[in-house]
C-alpha cells in the first residue's frame, strides 16, 4: 500500500498548503468586514470545469495508485508469473503519445484563436486515441491466442484489469473529445471550443502519464527502480 | 476571463453572481422529479436514504428477535440471519448514513449556507442521485433474486463472500457489488459538486475560516469519500471478476468438500487491505459532518460562540488526513506482519487527540452557555454522550492486546453502534429537527420530539450498553444461536429478551418520528424566517422555504464568522453573518442584508 500512502502524501500536502494560504491561520471572530483574510473567489464557468476537471483527476489518480499498490503487493510474492507483454504496447504507447501532442497543439491552436490547428488537433487527437484503443484489445487477443487467458493466473487477472480500467478511462474521455468535435464541426468558433480543448487536453496528458506508469509496471521497469533504490538506502 | 459557455445566448451579467447561469425548471417533472436544484435533490436524497434506512431497522429487529427468542420467526434460519446482517450493515453505513449527510445534508446546506444559488455542477448533481437510487433499486432487489441477497457479512471477506456454502453466492453476492460500484460513481458525481462549491462558490466575505463548522465537516468528510471509495471500487470489481469471470485476485488454492477449486493464487489479505483502506476512513467520512452540526447546534442553542472554532477546524482537517494510516487496526488478527500492528496502534491511538480536543471544546461551549434545552439541543448533548462512550471503548479495542480477545465479540458490536451507529443518528435526528423549519416553513412539535428524543436515547443505551458485557463475557459476534455454552451465564438470556424489547421499543420510536415530520408539514407551528435566531446563512435567505436560487436578486455579503451569538454591545443576542454591524453595508443597494436584519 505504499503506492497510495504516497499519492496521498503528495495530495495531502498541496491541500495543506492551500489551506495554509487560505488563512487557516486567521482569527476569524477578530475580523469584521468584507475582506476578513483572504477573499472568496468570484467565480467563472471556467474556472469551475477546469478545478472540476483536476478534482475528479484525483480521485483518478486515487483509483490507479490503489490499483497499483494492489497490483505490487501481490506481485511481491514468490510465484508470481507475469505474462510476455506483446510488443504492441510499445505501438500503442507511441500512438497514445501522438495523441496527447495533437491535444496539446490543438490547445495551444485555441490559444492564439487559430481554428485550423484546433481543428487538425482535435481530430488527429481522436484518431490516434481511437487507434490506441483499438491497439490494446489486439495486445488482448494476441495474449489469448497465445494461451494467456483472463483466469490463468493472477498476474495475467491483473494485466487485464490494469489495461481495462485504463482503456475505460480513455473511451471515457473520448465522449467528452467527442462532444467538442461535434460542436466543432457544427461551426463553432474558437472562443467557443477553447475550454473543452483544454479539459481534453489535460485529461489526456494525465491518462498518458498513468500509462507510462502501468507500462513500466507491467514491463518490471518500476520492480527494478524500486529495488535498486532500497538497495542504495540499505 | 471571458465568459465562454455564453457567447451565444447575449446573457447580460449584472453582477459576479450571475455569471454562472442558473438553470431553471420548466414544469412540474423538472421541477420536482428531475430537479437539478440541489435543495430538492437534498430532499430526494434523504428521503430515499430514510426508505431504505427503515428496511435496515426491520432487518435490526429480526435479528434481535431471533438473538432473544430462538425459533420464534420459523423462517429465521442461519443462512438467513446472515443475510440479515449483511444488509443491515451494508445499509446503515454506507446506503443511510453517508448518503444522508453528504448527499442530503451536504446537498441542502453547502450552497446555502456560504450564500450560494447553487452546486457549481447541478446537472451532475442530478445524475448523481439518480445513479444512487438506482444502486438502492439494485441493493433492494438482492431480497428478491434467487438465493437471496448476500450473507457475506457487510466486510464481504472474500474467499468466503463467493464460496458456494454462503447465502447468496449465487445472485446475492453479485448484486451487492454491482450496487456498492454503482453507489460510488454517483457518490463522485455528487462529492464533486460538493467540493468545488465550497472552493468556488462562496459569496463575496465567505472565506474559508468563515465557514461554519457544519460544511468544514462535510467538506473534509467528502474529499476523504472521493479518496477513499475508489479502494472499495476496485475491491469490488476485482471480486467480481473472481465471482464472474473466474480469476483468482483474492482466491486461493481451495479444496472444498474434497475437490480442489480451479482458483489459486489469490491473497485474501489483499481484499482486506482495499476494503479497511475505505473501511476505516469511512467512519469519519460519517462522523465529520456529525461532529460539524453538532458544533453548530450547540453554539446555537446555547446562544454562545464555538470554544476554539480555529482548533476545531484544524481538529477536523488532521482527523482526516490521520484516519488513512490506520485502517490495519481492523486486521489485528487477520495474521499480517504484528509489527504492522504496532504502527497501527500508534496511529489510531493519536487520533484520539484531536478527536478528544473536539470534545472538550463542545464541554466548554456549553460550559456557562445559555442553554436552551430544545429538541436539536437534546439530540446533540445525547451525541455527546454517546460518542463519549464509544470512543472509550475504541481506545481499549484500539490496542492490539487488549483487541485479539474481543475481537469478533459482541464488545466490537457495541462499540461501534455506539460510536457510528447511534452517535450519527442522534445528530441527523438533532439536524432534522433543527433545520426542518427552513425546508418546510413550520416547525416539528417539539413535545412528539421530546418524547423520540428520551425513547430513543435512553432506548438505545438499553439496546447497547448490556451488549459490552455480554461481549466480555466472550460472547461471539454474527452467531445466529449460542446453544449450550458454558459460559454463558442463564442471566445473559435474560439480558438478551431485555435488550430485544428495547430495541422494538426503539423502532417503534422512529415511527413517531415519521408521523411528526409528515404531520408537521401541513399543522406544524409557522416557523418564519429564523426561528432560532441563528447566525448562519441559510437562516437568512428572503423567502422560507428558499426560492429557487436561493437569494433575491443580489446574493448575501458575509462580513463576520458564523458564531456570534450574545455579543457585548449588539442589541441582539446574535449577529447574522451578513450583518455589518457595527460597520456599514457594502455601498451597493443589498437587499439580502436589509431582510436579514429584520
Ligand atoms: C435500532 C438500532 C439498531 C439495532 C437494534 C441494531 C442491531 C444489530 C444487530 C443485532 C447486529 C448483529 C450483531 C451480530 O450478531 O453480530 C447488528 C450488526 C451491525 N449493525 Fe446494527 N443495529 C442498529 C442500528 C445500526 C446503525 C444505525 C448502524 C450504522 C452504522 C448499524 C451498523 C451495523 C453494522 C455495521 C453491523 C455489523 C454487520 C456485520 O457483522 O457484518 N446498526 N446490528
Ligand atoms: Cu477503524
Known sequence: MSVILIFLLAIVAVMLWWLWRQGLFSKPWLEVGVVGGMAAPAPSPSQVARIGLLVFLVVVGSLFALTVSAYLMRSALVDWRAPP???ILFANTFALLVSSLALQTAKVGARRGDLDSVRTGLLAGGFT?????????FAWRQLNAEGYYLASNPANAFFYLLTALHGVHVAGGLVGLGRVTRKMLRGAGVAELRLGVDLCATYWHVLLLIWLVLLGLLTGRIGEFVAICRQLLT | MVDLTHGADGHAAPGHDEELELYHPTNWVTKYVFSQDAKVIAIQYGLTATAIGLVALVLSWLMRIQLAYPGLLAFIDADHYYQFITMH????????????????????????MLGARDMMFPYLNMLSYWIYLLAVLVLAAGFFVPGGPTGAGWTLYPPQAILANTPGQQWGIIIMLVSLMLFIIGFTMGGLNYVVTVLQGRTKGMTLMRMPLTIWGIFTATVMALLAFPALFVGALMMLFDRLLGTSFFMPSIVAMGEQLPTGGGSPILFQHLFWFFGHPEVYIVALPAFGIVSDLISTHARKNIFGYR???????????LSFVVWAHHMYVSGMNPGFGFFFATTTLIIAVPTALKVYNWVLTLWRGDIHFTVPMLFALGFIVTFVNGGLTGLFLGNVVVDVPLSDTLFVVAHFHMVMGVAPILVIFGAIYHWYPKITGRMLDATLGKIHFWVTFLGAYAVFFPMHYLGLLGMPRRYFEMGETAFVPPSAHT???FMTIAALVVGAAQMLFLFNLAWSLRHGKEAGGNPWRATTLEWQTPETPPAHGNWGPELPVVYRWAYD???PGADRDFLPQNDPW????????????AEGAR
Request: glycine share 14%.
Open chain 2, 495 to 497: 439480558l438478551n429478551e
Open chain 1, 85 to 87: 507483454l506483446p510488443g
Open chain 2, 311 to 321: 482548533m476545531m477546524v484544524w481538529a477536523i482537517v488532521v482527523i482526516g488526513a
Open chain 1, 129 to 137: 486515441a481511437l487507434v490506441f484503443l483499438g491497439g490494446q484489445l
Open chain 2, 582 to 593: 457595527p460597520g456599514e453595508p457594502a455601498p451597493a443597494p443589498d437587499t439580502a442584508v
Open chain 2, 89 to 112: 450493515g451494508m445499509i446503515m453505513v454506507v446506503y443511510l448514513l453517508t448518503a444522508i449527510f453528504l448527499g442530503g445534508f451536504g446537498n441542502y446546506l453547502i450552497p446555502l
Open chain 2, 565 to 567: 451569538y450574545s455579543v
